[in-house]
């Protein structure tokens, strides 16, 4: 076979998704404050589009707010008042740190343990990489 066949072969076995550009969009946080409690009204909604358990990114944003944080429904319930602009920064920084592929950039990763060490795999381009452990 020619190298050009052998690419396009190649191709055809690669998912759609790692062809598609621009598809993921940074979800936007919807925060009301009531009291001396923030609440995150599309919690769910945000950890189910970026492919990520609720408890993981609650832990992060807990910690990174230095919080306590709960789970009541679709929503999430933090200590404290803090801005939509803080919690929006901290989301971003969530998502370049957790999710986003550090080799092809893409937004297409899942979380798998292996040995007790958490990985980030890439669904797109297959890379794996370790990522940090929460604090405690």
């Known amino acids: 076979m020619s190298y050009d066949e052998l690419l396009k072969r190649a191709r055809k076995q690669l998912p759609e998704k790692v062809f598609e550009e621009d598809r993921f969009k940074i979800p936007k946080v919807q925060a009301v404050i009531e009291g001396n409690k923030t609440i995150v009204t ?3 909604q945000i950890a ?3 492919n990520r358990e609720e408890n993981h990114l609650l832990k992060y944003l ?3 707010l230095a919080t ?3 789970i009541e429904g ?3 319930v933090f200590a404290g008042k803090h801005s939509r602009y803080n919690l929006q920064k901290l989301l971003e920084k969530y998502l370049e740190e957790y999710v986003r592929c550090g080799e092809c950039h893409k937004y297409d990763t899942h979380f798998e343990t292996i040995s007790r060490i958490l990985y980030k795999r890439c669904e797109a381009c297959g890379a794996t990489t370790a990522v940090k452990p929460l604090r405690k």
């Open 42 to 44: 599309n919690f769910k």
């Open 68 to 70: 306590s944080a709960a």
């Open 48 to 50: 189910t589009l970026i």
């Open 62 to 64: 807990a910690g990174e």
């Open 74 to 76: 679709s929503r999430a």
